[in-house]
């Protein structure tokens, strides 16, 4: 069976920090393309980045990210992480990671073959 699974959600204060996984099973993420995005109750989904497994560069959909989140892989578990740090309450969101073969940088528009079901990311004191 072909998806993707986010973990990692939760209730953190503000300032504080979460790591985010997206777990393939079904496909080798090896030559993926990544892309983090995140959905705010009553406001359209936005994109957070994309990674290209081609060169390993990211790029960022969305300017409050940089500096703040990062993404990783670790091929052996086929998982990628979104590091969350500095984490504001405008941060509380679903979380999504998406993945797509192009093995490219891609725009936040673009549609990506395979989705995850979201976690949530609320931020409060």
């Known amino acids: 069976q072909v998806q993707l699974v986010e973990s990692g959600g939760g209730l953190v204060q503000p300032g504080g920090s979460l790591r985010l996984s997206c777990t393939a099973s079904g496909f080798a993420l090896d030559y993926y393309t990544i892309g983090w995005y995140r959905q705010a109750p009553g406001k359209e989904r936005e994109g957070i980045l994309c990674f290209s497994p081609n060169d390993g560069s990211i790029d960022y959909y969305l300017s409050s990210a940089k500096g703040r989140f990062t993404i990783s892989r670790d091929i052996a578990k086929n998982t990628v992480y979104l590091q969350m740090n500095s984490l504001k309450p405008e941060d509380t969101a679903v979380y999504y990671c998406?993945?797509?073969?192009?093995?490219?940088?891609?725009?936040?528009?673009?549609?990506?073959?395979?989705w995850g079901q979201g976690t949530q990311v609320t931020v409060s004191s």
């Open positions: 998406a993945a797509d073969p192009v093995s490219v940088l891609v725009p936040f528009t673009y549609q990506y073959e395979h």
